[in-house]
């Protein structure tokens, strides 16, 4: 069974510039997760989707959107890149509130 | 809000031995799950272990088993017969089931030395 994969695995874009993470999550999964994870700021909720619809949002300004597509990938974008927006960010889906399966992660380096 | 305080930022263990990672946490809800992840280099987060908070029972996967105490708010984490391939980040982690959010602790750094 394939893992949840993401693409690109590393990224880079100017600062003003709007970048786009994809996500494809497990086969039978319909809930996808995005998290932040910053050197000094820890693991961060970004979004949740599922069937279709934002579930929940973390605390992270309006650049950050997404949208989860009929196949349940998911996209990540971030408008108007800003320096501190460099960070690992994980995607994940699940089936249920058990717990997660991760990717691998896109490496976003903003200069 | 929930907070996850994991308050060793550093560990190193020698291979065969016992460790014990430490978690506490903060809440108000009554329902949830706790859980503890696997960071090697590779990036990739691995769940390593789950407890559901309505379940006394402590949870266990081979080598790793938890101490649940919900009165207290600590879970904590033992690894048996540790391996060098456990050498990694642990996380700790909290998940609200309305929200499906997990709140991180800032994780524990494990080394295991040959």
């Known amino acids: 069974e394939a893992g949840v994969t993401q693409s690109p695995t590393h990224l880079i874009k100017t600062r003003g510039q709007q970048a786009t993470l994809r996500c494809s999550p497990i086969?039978?999964?319909?809930?996808v997760y995005w998290y932040q994870q910053a050197l000094g700021l820890g693991l961060q909720f970004l979004l949740w989707y599922d069937e279709g619809e934002e579930r929940n949002r973390g605390n992270f300004p309006p650049r950050f959107s997404g949208r989860q597509f009929p196949n349940y990938s998911s996209e990540l974008n971030v408008n108007a890149l800003e320096l501190e927006d460099s960070a690992l960010y994980l995607c994940?889906?699940?089936?249920?509130?058990?717990?997660?399966?991760f990717g691998s992660g896109t490496r976003l380096t903003v200069v | 809000a929930q907070t996850v305080t994991q308050s060793q930022p550093e560990m190193s263990v020698q291979e065969a031995e016992t460790v014990t990672l430490s978690c506490t946490y903060d809440?108000?809800?009554?329902?949830?799950?706790l859980f503890w992840y696997k960071q090697p280099p590779s990036r990739q987060m691995i769940l390593v272990i789950r407890q559901e908070a309505y379940k006394q029972q402590n949870a266990t996967e081979n080598r790793f088993s938890v101490n649940f105490q919900k009165a207290a708010k600590s879970f904590s984490l033992k690894i048996s017969d540790s391996q060098l391939g456990d050498t990694a980040m642990y996380f700790c982690a909290f998940m609200d089931t309305g929200r499906r959010a997990l709140t991180f602790g800032s994780g524990t750094r494990l080394q295991v030395q040959p």
């Open positions: 086969s039978g999964h319909t809930s």
């Open positions: 994940a889906s699940s089936w249920d509130r058990t717990g997660y399966t």
């Open positions: 809440t108000s809800e009554n329902n949830y799950y």
